[in-house]
């Protein structure tokens, strides 16, 4: 949600920055700005949509002079998306320029006060507030104005300013948003991640909450509000360039389907060693024993990994597990105490929501758990254990690799409490233990046949709507499929217990409405398939996911069988969530979507 990037080197800005706008164009955004220090003051160009009109606007970047400069894109919250309410803004008349992600809690306040000591606005921004406040507080030091601003300022953001007259220089703040500094053989960088700057150095400061880092063409500098001088780490990315690219792929969420067999390796591999799943590194033994309750927090897709989670937790370690999404989480007067463990899923590790649910968790003495895709990300740094999940940046909107990740983290975590709770048998425990060694080969059989999914995606992609059914497991992937659907191919979509849906939304089928029925826990295939019949014979056409054991099962009442490779029944969401993120891709890719990056939707959501 929003991207930064800032450079002051030796090169032309205004091409670098763009380049980074680029990478960070997944994190959502509805229009895009730039600003460099010229001869004659701060230049500014912005426009509404996406980055193609602002390269446009500035030919590339080549109408822009300047070797310093920032760069922005904006996913709209105060203010619709326009030229105008675009970032860069300014304050005192084109002096400071800033960037802004995040929300200024006070925007309201600070802007009576300027108000009353004669300053006018021209956008309804809480960024030109912020632009105007230190252009206010300036002295002559830009970085003492900053310091000063802040000090003022409430609420979660990152900043990126620029002052006419120190044109040499940048200053960037990180407040509970995420900001990266970067060194480069021409200069030095500033962005909201490291994919913004990979193509140019892996050399890499993470910024904490509460630091200002001060940037020139030859240095970096950090401070804290009060302006104490901080000394911060350099440190190497592992990361590649390839990382943020599309790899010969037309779509970066293709590429990333294909990454995930890669993705639950690396994950999974450092935790299971000679075939027993040890994870008293993140989770203590003592404590995980006595843990009385599990509270799963998160949103959008991460929260469907919970779903998943708590079937497999409850009925292998017999914890009891909830639930919850993270912006309800905090409202609900949680009944979390001591022995709770309170388990966040995030992929970016920045969603507002899910950081505020992991304060309070702590905040009501809970033991946490944060399972992220992003180091150094802000849930991973305010949790008391992490678990990283290895898929590498996800640039597609829509997650996938990063989901089939967390759910083999979520896996481990079941079998690894069932183990020390001894509520599984050895043979159980070690066919799970095979079968999760096993499972980035199932997933790369599915990969390579992914036409079995494409011709099937063509016969239904001029629906208007569509339905999901399945039971317990299988119901949470009906969430995640009809999900990832709704986000990139705009069809209507829902998801259903099987055995609900005849309780008011079966009026809804009509001749010829698919109905995709996942079928994957044997014990339960009977039932969901006397829900599909029921739809059937109401005129609808069902498609239905399952296991290659469990063919013979379902066909009878369904119109197109997908088969999984057949593994253990905790791992099947595992496997059957790849054929319903292919089917989502095909359609959306059949009805002409922009997959990547679809309408409204931001990857990291950093505002509640
Ligand atoms: C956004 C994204 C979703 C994601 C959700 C949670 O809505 O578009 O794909 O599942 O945020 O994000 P997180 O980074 O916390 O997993």
Known sequence: MCGIVGY??????????????????????????????????????????????????????KLMQGTVGLGHTRWATHGKPSDENSHPHTGGNGRVAIVHNGIIENYNEIKEMLKNRGRSFYSE????????????????????????????????????????????????????????????????????????????TKEITYLDDDEIAVITKTDAEFYTPFLDK??????????????????????????????????????????IKNSRVDLSEVLPEAFARKIGKIFI???????????????????????PTEVVYASEFR????????AS????????????????????????????????????????????????????????????????AQLAVMALIALYLADL???????????????????????????????????????????????????????????EGSLKLKEISYMHSEAYAAGELKHGTISLIEEGTPVIAVVTCRRLAEKTVSNASEVRARGARVMTVTAESMRSLVEHESDDVITVPDTHEALMPSVSVVPLQLFAYYIALYRGCDIDKPRNLAKSVTVE
Do not use: W
């Open 8 to 61: 002051a080197g030796e090169n032309n800005a205004a091409p670098i920055l763009l380049d980074g706008l680029e990478k960070l164009e997944y994190r959502g955004y509805d229009s895009a700005g730039l600003a460099t220090i010229g001869k004659s003051g701060i230049d500014i160009i912005k426009a509404k949509g996406r980055l193609a009109a602002l390269k446009e606007r500035t030919e590339n970047g």
């Open 125 to 200: 921004t809480d960024t030109e507030v912020a632009a105007q406040l230190i252009d206010y507080c300036y002295k002559g030091n830009i970085l003492e104005a900053v310091a000063e601003a802040v000090r003022e300022m409430r609420g979660s953001y990152a900043l990126g300013v620029m002052c006419s007259e120190e044109p040499e220089t940048l200053i960037a703040v990180k407040c509970r948003a995420p900001l990266i500094v970067a060194y480069t053989e021409n200069g030095n960088m500033f962005a909201s991640d490291v994919t913004a700057v990979l193509k140019y």
């Open 230 to 271: 901080l000394s911060k780490k350099r440190e190497l990315t592992k990361l590649d360039v390839s990382a943020a690219d599309k790899g010969g792929f037309e779509h970066y969420m293709l590429k990333e389907i294909t990454e995930q067999p890669e993705a639950v390796r690396r994950t999974t591999e450092k935790f």
């Open 297 to 319: 927090v998160a949103c959008g897709s991460s929260y469907h990994v919970g779903m998943a989670a708590k079937y497999n937790i409850e009925k292998l370690a017999r914890t």
């Open 331 to 338: 409202y609900s007067d949680p009944l979390v105490d001591k």
């Open 341 to 404: 463990l309170v388990i966040l899923i995030s992929q970016s590790g920045e969603t507002a929501d899910t950081l505020e649910a992991l304060r309070e968790a702590k905040r009501l003495g809970a033991e946490t758990l944060s399972v992220v895709n992003v180091k150094g990300s802000s849930i991973a740094k305010a949790s008391e254990h992490v678990i990283y999940t290895k898929a590498g940046p996800e640039i597609a909107v829509a997650t996938t690799k990063a989901y089939s």
């Open 421 to 479: 709770r001894g509520t599984v048998s050895s043979e159980e425990y070690s066919v799970i233990v095979s079968e999760l060694e096993a499972l980035p080969e199932k997933l790369e059989r599915i990969i390579k046949n992914r036409a079995d999914i494409q011709y099937p995606a063509y016969r239904y992609f001029n629906n208007e709507k569509l339905f999901f059914i399945g039971r317990n497991t299988d119901y949470a992937l009906s969430l």
